[in-house]
Structures are given as C-alpha cells and as structure tokens.
C-alpha cells in the first residue's frame, strides 16, 4: 500500500493554464506538506497543513493555493503556469509537526514542465 | 538561525564505509538530529534519527559528540545503490519548529 500517493505523476502543460496536484496520506497522519524541488535539486517547503489547517506558508506567489479537504488530503492548485514553475513538487505527510521526535513520509513526486 | 552544514559532493569506492559529517552550531538544547536520503527521481526517506551519543539502526549509524555541534552519519560498506543526497535536518526556529526546512544535501557518488 502507497503510503503518501500522488497524482499526476507527470504533467506537461502550456504557459497560462490552470493545474492541479492531489496528494492522499493512509498513515493516519495529522500533518502534511508540500515541498518544490527545481532544476537545482534543492527542495524548498511550500506549506504545511495540521488537521486542515494551513500552519506554514512560505514566500509563495499567490498563484499556488493548497486546499485541505480533510485531514488526509490535500491538494495543491496552481493558477496562470509560468515556465519558472517546473520543478517536482513532493507531497509529504507526518504525526507530528517539527522535525524533532517526528518522521516525514515523502510521496514519489509530480513532475511539472511548464511550455 | 538553526542550520546545517555539509559537504556539497562526497564519492566513495564500493565496499567502503563513508562518513558524512553535519554541523549545527546553533542547535536547540531539545533538538534530535534527522538524517534523510533522496534517490534520482524518488522522495527523500528517513534514515535515522538521533539526540546524543550514537544511533544505529540496520541502515546507518549516526555519531554525535557531547556538544551536539555536528554530526556524523556513517555508512558501512557502500553499495552502488547507496548513491543518492543524504541531508541532515535540525529544527528550525524560523517557523516556531514546526517547519521541515532541507538544506543542500551531500551527494554521495558510489564507484565501482
């Protein structure tokens, strides 16, 4: 069983379009996240939800919106694509919130190219 | 602001053991230590997990002296399928702790 599973896993999309990630947890997990990892490999924290809340909003254009319909989902939706937006987003869930203490499961990745 | 250090690239003959060494000068005093590892075109995944002293478990062993101001990951015996960036994390206060920050990994190539 996939334990943080998201879907798609490649997207191949043109400049001004509207797309979505979803990302589903079966761990029973309380906290989630999503992270970008562009072309340089380094993998930067978006958000972080804990029981749908939104707790961690990084330096993000407003164009990316996480949605958290329950606790074990949460998506993100991503308005007017540029070509600066391709990059893997990771969705990743855990317990408890932090690092300390806590272990973060990761899903495999979407694969974003913008054209 | 807590954050670590690492080596950018470290390469290794297969069957030898690697250390990775983190510094976290500005640890917390109730902080743990969390090493990750990322494969080409995979999540990262949690390795091991440590406070003080040494932590092994059946992948790794992590090596932390008394001031807790670095650490070490050992690696016994590195395969090819070793290859992959190993990060260490530590709290970050930035987000009250509750944020999961990645610094730039270490890279470790495995040769045959």
């Known amino acids: 069983d996939t334990a943080v599973s998201q879907t798609p896993k490649y997207l191949v999309t043109q400049m001004g379009n509207d797309k979505s990630i979803k990302c589903e947890q079966n761990l029973g997990h309380d906290t989630m996240y999503w992270y970008k990892q562009d072309s340089k490999k380094f993998l930067k924290i978006m958000f972080s939800y804990n029981n749908k809340e939104l707790i961690i909003n990084e330096t993000v254009p407003n164009r990316f919106s996480p949605k958290s319909p329950d606790k074990a989902h949460l998506n993100l939706h991503i308005n007017s694509l540029e070509l600066g937006d391709s990059a893997v987003y990771f969705c990743?869930?855990?317990?408890?919130?932090?690092?300390?203490?806590?272990?973060?499961?990761f899903g495999e990745g979407s694969w974003l190219t913008v054209v | 602001l807590a954050k670590t250090t690492q080596p950018i690239s470290m390469d290794s003959y297969e069957g030898q053991e690697v250390n990775i060494t983190c510094s976290h000068n500005n640890i917390a005093t109730n902080d743990y230590i969390t090493w990750y590892q990322q494969f080409p075109s995979q999540g990262p995944r949690f390795i091991i997990q440590?406070?003080?002293t040494k932590v092994t478990n059946e992948v790794a062993s992590l090596f932390i002296p008394a001031d807790r101001k670095s650490s070490t990951l050992s690696l016994p015996r590195v395969s090819l399928s070793d290859t992959a960036v190993y990060y260490c994390?530590?709290?970050?206060?930035?987000?009250?702790?509750?944020?999961?920050?990645f610094g730039t990994g270490t890279k470790l190539q495995v040769i045959p």
């Open positions: 440590g406070y003080k």
């Open positions: 990743a869930s855990s317990l408890l919130r932090g690092i300390s203490g806590n272990t973060i499961y």
């Open positions: 994390l530590v709290g970050d206060p930035s987000g009250g702790y509750q944020k999961v920050t």
